[in-house]
């Protein structure tokens, strides 16, 4: 599932987020390029901005890439990611047993990675998501004073931590039945999941973490979309 439902307001662009070009190519494609070259998707299912269901169904009107056979269907998504997400599950296939959701923004994200999360999955763990290790000092606060300057609360151990990207992978039962839980989150941006794993945990499921990749990075301010201007350098061609 690819997750392209997303504003471009952060990134200064009148267009949804996932339209907005790198290199001359849109987000969403890049990104569909990297699922479609890791070889082991069935399907994608794109969640889109509801007003803009016919021009992304143009744009993948050929398949997910130009030459792939992967299929691709549009859907509307909603008010928040947990909600797009929620609508991309309802319109998978009876079939599909593992689903992989991954973020447009992250249209760098090599096939590899794609791969080993959806190994890791059928390989017996339910809830997988690929992550990088924290170099900075992570602090926890507290409340603003009335000059907004905040309390440290603690210094977190970061050797714990982890930056967490996507694609994330799941048993689609299990994605299913965390979504059901979590639904009343859904419509409001202010309380629901930032990602899947999150409703996994909130079920009590254990989540594995697999070893990210820089190229994984999000897209969602001008500065970011300069560094992939960079990076892309080292991207392999779109598919023919």
């Given at each position: 599932m690819l997750t392209a439902a997303g504003s471009g307001s952060r990134l200064g662009h009148a267009v949804p987020k996932a339209l907005?070009?790198?290199a001359g190519v849109p987000l969403v494609v890049r990104a569909a390029q990297g699922l479609a070259l890791a070889r082991c998707l069935s399907a994608v299912v794109v969640t889109v901005p509801p007003l803009e269901v016919g021009g992304f169904q143009a744009l993948f009107a050929g398949g997910l890439v130009?030459?792939?056979d992967l299929?691709?269907?549009v859907v509307a998504g909603g008010a928040t990611r947990q909600a797009s997400v929620a609508a991309g599950i309802a319109a998978l296939a009876d079939d599909v047993?593992?689903?992989?959701v991954h973020d447009a923004a992250r249209c760098l994200t090599p096939p590899g990675l794609v791969r080993a999360v959806e190994a890791a999955v059928r390989g017996g763990h339910r809830?997988?998501?690929?992550a990088l290790?924290?170099?900075?000092?992570?602090k926890e606060v507290g409340e603003p004073d009335a000059s907004g300057a905040r309390p440290v609360r603690a210094t977190l151990e970061r050797t714990r931590l982890r930056a967490v990207q996507t694609p994330q992978g799941f048993d689609r039962a299990l994605l299913a039945a965390a979504h059901a839980a979590g639904a009343a989150l859904a419509a409001d941006e202010s309380v629901a999941a930032s990602d899947d794993a999150g409703l996994?945990?909130?079920l009590g499921e254990p989540v594995w973490v697999v070893p990210g990749d820089e190229r994984a990075m999000k897209i969602t301010t001008p500065r970011d979309l300069a560094l992939a201007h960079i990076l892309v350098e080292d991207i392999p061609?779109?598919?023919p």
């Open positions: 907005v070009e790198l130009p030459g792939s299929p691709a269907t047993d593992v689903v992989l809830a997988v998501v690929p290790a924290v170099t900075d000092t992570v996994v945990e909130a061609p779109l598919l």
